[in-house]
Structure formats: C-alpha cells, structure tokens
C-alpha cells in the first residue's frame, strides 16, 4: 500500500440520492447556480426544493455528526440531468446511496503526508468536481483516541509515537524499534495524523454498525502494513485492522478484500490466528519487492488456518486477467466463508502509470472487482492504500466513487483547483500501457486451483 486521500461514503438500501456535504449554504448555492439553468414549471419545483432543504437542515440536532443538508427524512431523491431538475420519490425496494462528509481539518491533516503531498485534497476535489458529492452523504470523522488505537496497536508504540511527534524528534533512539525512521519518517504531528486516519476509519464502520448506509468510504485509509508495534510502509497506524475490529463488535464473520499492489500483511498477521476475519489479498509477489511476504502457500495459522488467502502475481497484470483472477477466487471465498460484512482496501498503485511500474491496471478494472464484492449487499466499508502518481489515483477513487453511486462520468476532467494536473489530455480515463504481461497462464490457473483446494478446508 501506502496512502490515500479522504471521507466517508454510505450507500443505503433504498435508493435515493442525497446531497451531505458542507454547509445548506453551498448546496443552496449550487442549486441556485442550477436556476439559470431551468425554466418554466422546473423553476417551481426548485422553490419547493429550497423548502424541504431548510426543513431537513433545521430538524437535524446540532449535535449530530452529520452533516444533513438535503432531504434525507423526506424520501427524496435529487437528480439534476441536461440544464433541469427532477426529483423522485424514494423506492423501498431498491439500493441507494449516502455518504459521509469530509471534515476540512481532516483533508489538511492527510495532504501533509509526505509520500503523497496533497492527494487527499486532488481525490476530493476531483470527487467534488464531478458532482458526486451531491448523491451521497458526508459524515464528520473523529478522532481515535489512544485507547480505541490501543485495541490494536500496544501502548508501548502509541506512547512512543506521541512522544516523538510533539517536536518530530527523527533521532530518537528508540525509533528504531518501532520501525520509524526510513520509508515512515518521523514528522511534527504524526501522531494526530494516526489519530486522524484511525478516527476516520472508526467513524466509517460505526456508520455501517449504525446501519446508517449500506458502504461506507474512508479513501485516506488503507493503511495495510502497520503492525500492532512497528509503523512499515508509510503506515503508522493500521486503521484497517481498527475498521475490521470495530465491525467485529456485530458481525460474526468479517472479510478483508485488498488489491492494492503490495501484501497487505499487517492485516494478514493482525487476524492470521482467528477464522472470523478471512483476508484476501492479491498482490505482487517477487523477490525484493516490498513487504516480501504473501506467498501462495502462506493461509494462516493455528485456528486460522486457511481463513488468509494470498494471490501472488507478477507484473504486467490487466484489467480482464486480474478481474478473471479476482472473481475466481472472491466467489469461492463467499460462498465457504460466508461473510457478514466486507472491508475492501483499494490502493491504486496497480494502475498503469504508477511510479512503481508494476501491474498495468485501470480503473475500469477495479471497479469490476468493487462491483461483484457491491453486488453481495453486504455492509461494505471501502478503504484507499497506495498510489503514487497522485493524478491517476484521483481518477480511480473517483471513478470507483461513482461506481458505488451507480453514475456515469463524462470523460473530460471538469475544471477545478487541481485540473491542471490531469495533462496533457485532461481525461478521466487511464490507458494501459504496452508492457508485457509477465503472468503464464499456468501459474495462474495453479494459483486459482490451489486456493480452491485450500478453501475446502473452510467449515
Ligand atoms: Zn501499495
């Protein structure tokens, strides 16, 4: 992995459609920049619209962590296509979407990472600028405290790294110990980063526990390689493993799904003795490649053996062999495992153009991958990871944002903060590129038929 951009998305089982997210004065705003737009009987209906904005807005507590800005209570759904609005009253029976909102000191906080300056600003701007924002609902993440991190993370290296990041003190000593220093240098703050990303995590599942929405998104997460003792990987924190144990509080059987490019092994070791967390990760696998771990062959231990699957593959990968792969494996695991709730890390260091020129992936292979684990209607929470070629992570949380939403995007990046990032072709879309792909087909279908062999032995 390492890395990722910011909030929380829910959708809910009936399908409407809402706008949560920042202030009733700019979603007021922006339906004001829709008039100019409408005529006629439609500008009636967006005067109707106002009224059932601010009555939602003022039935909301003050106290609640989320931010109500359309009409949630009032079953409707808003959906603005070619220059007018129409709106739709709520189906009972079918799927749709809220989301949580972003908190600004949260964005601020991850775009200080080093590894991935400002990401977290181009992913939700990027979001922001395609309209998404409106067909879901932002929630305000917390803080983890240190005892909520402490469910995972040992007191010895939660004190250390509050220690440390008073004065971003590099030449401690004992950092050493707790794997600081190298790829997770030690920074003024780093601790209230850790807080932040685990809070935000947290908040995502108790939405889900809350049954607030059916998925739920915290793409500045997804940080897979932190250990219960030691920070790895640009990880200090492994707000994955919080998200999991907080699900675990209501429901039985929980499954981790990670695609990012590297093993997602702090997972794997944080649950490799339990068979109520299974996790599943594809990655790459070869000599000398980061975190080294992750082999075929490697499925758990002790009462959680065969509950750790591991997809090893080699470079070159593309969207239809990974997807073949992914759907193989992932369908055999729901069938025998049988999850109650699903985490899925999707770090975007797979796509072509990463800087870590491995697999050849885009985004419409992912999202292929997102669906079929949607399509379960499971309580799903969606984490980001990796991606270093910041512009490309963008448009794939983005898309896989709105594969979620069930929404189309135009191809064109639509002009924003961040849109000169996007050249030369200023596209959503993300061309493979004419690398080899390095997988045999015989390694594969080796891969497939022994992880079906040992999936047998789930009960
Ligand atoms: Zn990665």
Same mark, same amino acid.
């Given at each position: ?238 707000? #994955? /493993?919080?998200?999991? =144990?907080?699900?675990?509080? *209501?429901?039985? +059987?929980?499954?981790? &799904? ?49 509950? #750790? /699957?591991?997809?090893? =593959?080699?470079?070159?990968? *593309?969207?239809? +062999?990974?997807?073949? &792969? ?54 799903? =929470? ?78």
């Amino acid at each position: 992995m390492r890395t990722s951009a910011s909030h929380t998305i829910i959708r809910r089982r009936t399908r409407f459609i809402v706008v949560l997210f920042g202030s009733a004065k700019k979603y007021r705003n922006y339906s004001l920049a829709m008039d100019y737009r409408i005529s006629g009987s439609a500008f009636f209906a967006v005067f109707l619209l106002y009224g059932f904005i601010n009555i939602s807005a003022s039935l909301v507590p003050s106290s609640t962590t989320v931010a109500l800005n359309a009409p949630v209570t009032l079953n409707f759904s808003v959906r603005c296509n070619s220059g007018h609005i129409e709106w739709n009253h709520r189906q009972k029976t079918t799927s749709g979407e809220l989301g949580p909102l972003r908190r600004p000191e949260y964005i601020e906080t991850c775009d200080s990472l080093s590894k991935v300056p400002n990401r977290a600003s181009m992913v939700h701007s990027l979001i922001e600028a395609y309209g998404l924002l409106r067909h879901m609902s932002t929630v305000k993440p917390h803080v983890a405290s240190i005892e909520e991190m402490a469910k995972f993370h040992t007191d010895a290296y939660l004190e250390h790294l509050h220690k440390i990041s008073q004065d971003g003190d590099n030449d401690d000593p004992q950092s050493g110990d707790f794997g600081l220093g190298y790829d997770c240098p030690v920074v003024e703050g780093i601790y209230d980063y850790a807080a932040a990303v685990g809070g935000a995590t947290l908040t995502a599942a108790q939405c889900l526990l809350d049954k607030r929405g059916e998925v739920a998104i915290n793409w500045a997460g997804g940080w897979h390689h932190a250990k219960k003792d030691e920070a790895s990987g640009f990880c200090y924190v492994n707000d #994955a /493993v919080l998200g999991i =144990l907080k699900l675990r509080e *209501k429901y039985k +059987r929980v499954l981790y &799904v990670d695609v990012d490019l590297h093993h997602g092994d702090g997972v794997e070791d944080a649950f490799s003795f339990t068979s109520k967390v299974m996790t599943v990760s594809l990655h790459k696998f070869s000599p000398g490649f980061f975190p080294g771990t992750g082999d075929l062959c490697d499925t758990g231990l002790g009462k959680g053996r065969w509950y #750790a /699957v591991n997809v090893p =593959l080699d470079d070159g990968i *593309k969207d239809d +062999r990974y997807f073949q &792969v992914f759907s193989s494996v992932i369908q055999e695991v729901q069938t025998l495992f049988n999850p109650e709730a699903v985490v899925m890390q999707l770090g975007a260091d797979t796509m072509a153009g990463d800087p870590m020129c491995s697999f050849n992936m885009t985004p419409v292979g992912v999202a292929q991958c997102l669906r079929h684990v949607l399509d379960w209607h499971l309580p799903t =929470l969606l984490l980001g990871g990796g991606g270093y070629n910041l512009a490309n992570t963008a448009r794939c949380w983005t898309y896989l944002t709105a594969t979620v939403l069930g929404q189309t995007l135009a191809s064109e990046i639509p002009d924003h903060e961040f849109f000169t990032e996007y050249g030369p072709d200023y596209s959503l879309e993300i061309s493979p590129s004419c690398r080899p792909d390095r997988n045999e087909n015989k390694h594969l279908d080796t891969v497939i038929s022994t992880i079906k062999g040992n999936l047998k032995n789930v009960v």
